[in-house]
């Protein structure tokens, strides 16, 4: 019998992961199986005060029996860090304090957009698509993390090769 590829069973890394796409209202939430290979959507959190916050999040972590968190890092089209990241940043540290989990930070450029892509190729209306998009930008980022192999270190954020979305004019 062959392992699929991926983290080596039984190995530290195993377990589900979290993956939330912060908001300042809303916090999109998805989940990975327990091997680390697909990403489901979980929910949307409106976000209330911190204590019912964290509350929250410790049962969350508690009932899926969660080992790792993923928070996504919204960056610049050119990966420079803004002002929402910092926040990002900032609530992800408090997210691993109240959980007593460890957390990496991950681009999660597009994912917004990918999941209107796909809610709308899918015939969704708008309505729904604005009560769903933050689960599924939670799901993208997750799975785009799952995919690149659950680095514990983060990437140094790099501009991304296609032209078409380079915040800076091409030198000549």
Known sequence: MVAPAGPTFGGPSMG???????????VGAALSDPRRVIATPLE??????PNRDARHYRDLVEAEDVRSLVVGLPLH?????GDLAKLA??????LARETNLPVTFFDERYTSVGADHLMRAHGLKLRDRKARRDMLAAQILLQNFLDAGCPEVEAPAA??????????????
């Open 16 to 26: 589900r992961v979290l993956g939330v796409d912060f908001g300042l209202k809303r």
């Open 44 to 49: 949307i959190y409106e976000r209330r005060d």
């Open 77 to 81: 089209t050119g990966g420079g860090e």
């Open 89 to 94: 940043r900032a609530w992800g540290a408090w």
């Open 159 to 172: 501009p991304l090769a296609d032209p078409e979305f380079r915040d800076e004019p091409e030198s000549s």
